[in-house]
């Protein structure tokens, strides 16, 4: 997000439209395919890239989400790339590799780990690949000091902080020695700067228990205790003591220390580096104010002592207020305070306390946002209490300070609690823990009124702020310490990196006081500093060639590990996606593909003379498309549709608009069709069914196909001419096939009231399959006679009279499909039924009888 005219101009157009774009293009950014393939060093460029989301994602919270998964997906890359090592060497060449900033000769940084830390990569820093490295660096000055059992690591602990003076002075005489080499360890130089810190923490624990005035009143001569008491008396214009002098030394050494460091760094990085830093940095800069202020005091109080000796005596509780005296006390006090905490800093080394620490950081980030919406809260309450209460406080400041003789010291004490708004504050404030009482509230003149909503807006005050408050920072706190909880591991191996780094770097070896004075190193360095400016520059022009020649080797050497590192990472992301099972999309791309395979099919039937409907004929999708529409359909469901436009679906109700026209009983019929429809084995028939009618596949689109059709019209009416010759009997009942042929033949209306298509003929078949009929031979030779098999359908119907038309057909059923086909010219015409009880064929010729054909009818339907 820039300032640039463009930029600008794109967001006031169309804001939306502007960030959307900006999102997909870290998006195409943040893939580890094109990072890999555009960036020489792949893993900076996803901690620069890391950062940026990072940024982002803080900037524009509206899209926070997708930011924080790029970022995450960025820092996963980078963990990725890392995890392909396979041996030191490799490690060693990236860790070390500075694509920033040309490395100096010799140099043995870690250059990618303070990137790491730079960009706030935890996962990086905390892989196991670089806690290994760090860790072998870091006990390098002890070998074998991580075997040894934990009372003996105790032992070589104690022993280095209690001959840490006789270490640092080695070192200043013999840096060479081996001694010297040893100090200069990771490991050696954190202990012997921590046996420093610890002895000046004690120096400051004796000034403030003043332990030098009790050793004196203890051991010390009649002399030594004669001088201390003329000491207690005079109380201005005193010098430090000895003590104080230590701890004067300890400082300078400190804020040297610092000094250096941000020369080096510079003051933005030093404070960004660490959190702790900026704790030095404060209570460096209140000692340096302590130190000035007791100097001017010191110097002011002496020239009163020169006119006026009496003036040394005056108590301190007669000092001013502001007294540079008592101002320095405060902040030394607050001094030691910073010092004693930068101790919590040392602890994170250890794998108990480290996380307890990291736990402190965010506990207390909490109570800095709750005390941002607290304040603003004990602030209204302490203006409206201040506005009710201030007058009748006045009158108990008065009565206070006119009767003070008479003993009214309660006047004193409760007209500060409402006397202004800092003193409501004040009082507000200690009410949370207790130490508030009703009595407060009891001031003398008040109303009964004004003392009810004085009571009123405590109490509301009071469960503001104890039911509610204090509980919103408990829940604050328990939600930190499970978050920081939950990621102990990681938090705790980055912080502990960031100390160990802190050693690593080129820091002077030497702990406070010792800093401050020159070693024979220094005038070494000094010594080749001034005689190496007198040489000729061939020196320096040989160094810059081979400096540039071993540059261009490590760039090589780089190059072709972080090649194999990105051959790696794709083959693993092969065999990750070899290794996935199948999924939800895999089942629905295979159904896609058995989908498309059938409408090539039916297209390869219609291509060949085969009647396709048109819905069948569906254009085949590309993958993405395919992708989409599986997508767009997963979230609907589709039923089977049932005749007249229903589906199974139990929401289906009986048309509104319909039902005042329908009579009682058609009602009744269309509500049971329903029901029998909605049922299990109701909706499995109708949905079969449905696929029988309207199956397309094994009918021809050609003139065959019209053919059969007029000779399926021509059966239908050759059955109803059947029965119209059929002679009548009176004696025999009607049975359920008369009663079927009641109904006059028409062009529109046929049995069972169907429309005139294939499943008409078999509709018949079927009623006749109910009823249970079978074919016989008429007695007469010239007829045919119906009668039924079973003994309740014992009766006779006479076949019809032979036909006159000359063409002949045959009906034939095919693929559960009935149809006719013409016959020959000298063929008979027939007519085959294949029903469960019916076990001949019936044959029939206008020109001679029938005949009965021996063989049994498959079953087919």
Not at 4 to 24: A, E, G, P, Q
Not at 66 to 87: H, I, K, M, N, P
Not at 363 to 388: M, R, T
Not at 552 to 569: D, G, K, N, P
Request: charged share 20%; hydrophobic share 40%.
């Amino acid at each position: 997000m820039c300032g640039c005219d463009k930029c600008i101009t794109s967001s006031k157009t169309d804001s939306l439209r502007y960030s959307m774009c900006r999102v997909n293009e870290y998006r195409a950014l943040a893939s580890p395919s094109l990072i890999a393939l555009s960036s020489a060093d792949p893993i900076l460029t996803a901690f620069q890239l890391s950062w940026e989301l990072r940024r982002l994602a803080r900037i524009e919270k509206e899209f926070k989400n997708e930011y924080v998964e790029l970022r995450q997906q960025c820092e996963t890359f980078a963990v990725d790339l890392l995890r392909q090592t396979r041996s030191s060497h490799e490690l060693d060449v990236i860790l070390k590799h500075d694509s920033e900033n040309a490395p100096s000769i010799g140099s043995m940084k870690l250059r990618l780990i303070e990137l790491a830390i730079k960009y706030k990569q935890k996962n990086f820093v905390a892989h196991p690949y670089i806690q290994q490295l760090l860790a072998t660096v870091w006990y390098e000055g002890l070998p074998g000091f991580r075997r040894l059992r934990l009372y003996k690591q105790i032992i070589e602990i104690i022993k280095i902080v209690y001959f840490f003076p006789f270490y640092c002075l080695v070192y200043l005489y013999a840096p060479s020695a081996q001694i010297g080499k040893v100090m200069e360890k990771p490991f050696m130089k954190f202990l012997i700067h921590s046996s420093s810190y610890l002895s000046y923490l004690g120096l400051l624990v004796l000034v403030s228990q003043r332990a030098e005035t009790q050793f004196i009143e203890l051991f010390g001569s009649e002399s030594m205790n004669k001088s201390l008491r003329l000491r207690q008396l005079r109380q201005r214009g005193n010098g430090p003591s000895y003590i104080e002098l230590l701890i004067l030394h300890f400082v300078i050494g400190y804020i040297w220390q610092e000094i250096l460091d941000v020369r080096r760094d510079g003051l933005k990085r030093y404070l960004a580096h660490n959190a702790w830093n900026y704790v030095e940095f404060v209570r460096n800069k209140m000692y340096v104010a302590v130190i000035a202020l007791r100097v001017y005091a010191y110097v002011t109080e002496n020239s009163q002592i020169f006119y006026d000796p009496s003036s040394a005596f005056i108590p301190r509780e007669k000092w001013e207020t502001f007294d540079p005296q008592l101002v320095a006390d405060a902040l030394f006090a607050a001094s030691n305070i910073l010092s004693a905490l930068k101790l919590i800093h040392m602890c994170s080394i250890s794998s108990h306390l480290g996380p307890l620490q990291l736990s402190l950081k965010r506990i207390l980030i909490d109570i800095l946002k709750f005390f941002s919406i607290y304040s603003l809260v004990l602030f209204s309450f302490a203006c409206g209490l201040n506005q009710l209460m201030w007058y009748f406080a006045d009158l108990e400041r008065k009565k206070c300070y006119s009767l003070i003789e008479a003993g009214s010291g309660e006047s004193c004490s409760k007209w500060k609690n409402f006397g202004n708004v800092f003193e409501s504050i004040h009082t507000l404030f200690w009410t949370g823990f207790g130490e508030v009482d009703l009595e407060t509230f009891d001031l003398p003149g008040m109303k009964p009124y004004t003392r009810f909503w004085a009571l009123f807006m405590f109490a509301t005050y009071s469960v503001i702020n104890v039911t509610i408050m204090l509980n919103l920072l408990i829940a604050m706190m328990s939600n930190s310490y499970s978050v920081i909880e939950g990621q102990s591991d990681v938090e705790w191996k980055f912080s502990r990196s960031k100390l160990w780094l802190s050693c690593f770097e080129e820091t002077p070896t030497l702990p406070s006081p010792y800093n401050v004075y020159p070693t024979l190193k220094h005038f070494k360095k000094l010594y080749c500093y001034i005689w190496k400016s007198k040489k000729t520059d061939s020196w320096p022009q040989n160094d810059k060639t081979n400096s540039f020649i071993n540059q261009s080797q490590r760039e090589s050497e780089f190059a072709t590990v972080m090649r194999a590192l990105i051959w790696r990472y794709i083959s693993m992301k092969h065999r990750e996606m070899e290794n996935v099972g199948v999924t939800e999309e895999d089942v629905n791309e295979i159904k896609s593909e058995l989908s498309t395979m059938k409408y090539d099919f039916l297209e390869v039937l219609r291509k060949n003379g085969m009647e396709v409907p048109s819905d069948h004929r569906k254009k085949t999708m590309d993958k993405k498309s395919k992708i989409w529409e599986r997508r767009l359909m997963s979230d609907f469901y589709v039923a089977p549709v049932f005749p007249g436009g229903s589906t199974c679906s139990s929401s289906n109700s009986i048309d509104q608009s319909l039902e005042h026209r329908l009579r009682p009983i058609d009602r009744f019929r269309q509500a049971v069709r329903m029901v029998v429809a909605n049922s299990a084995s109701g909706r499995w028939r109708t949905t079969i069914y449905g696929v029988y009618q309207n199956s397309q596949i094994g009918t021809t689109a050609g003139l065959g196909s019209f053919v059969n059709k007029q000779n399926l019209q021509w059966a239908m009416n050759e059955v109803w001419a059947l029965r119209e010759k059929r002679p009548s009997t009176n004696s025999t009942p009607t049975t359920k096939v008369q009663t079927v042929f009641t109904s006059s033949p028409s062009s529109n209306s046929y049995p069972f009231e169907l429309p005139e298509r294939r499943s008409t003929l078999r509709a018949l078949i079927d009623e006749f399959r109910r009823g249970e009929h079978q074919l016989h031979r008429g007695p007469g030779g010239d007829a045919t006679s119906w009668a039924a098999s079973a003994p309740v359908r014992g009766q006779l119907l006479k076949a019809p009279p032979p036909l006159h038309q000359p063409q002949q057909h045959t009906m034939k059923k095919s693929a559960s499909v009935w149809y006719a086909t013409p016959p020959a010219p000298d063929r008979p015409l027939v007519t085959r039924m294949s029903m469960p009880n019916l076990q001949s064929e019936t044959t029939f010729d206008r020109r001679q009888q029938p005949q009965q054909s021996s063989g049994p009818i498959p079953e087919e339907l």
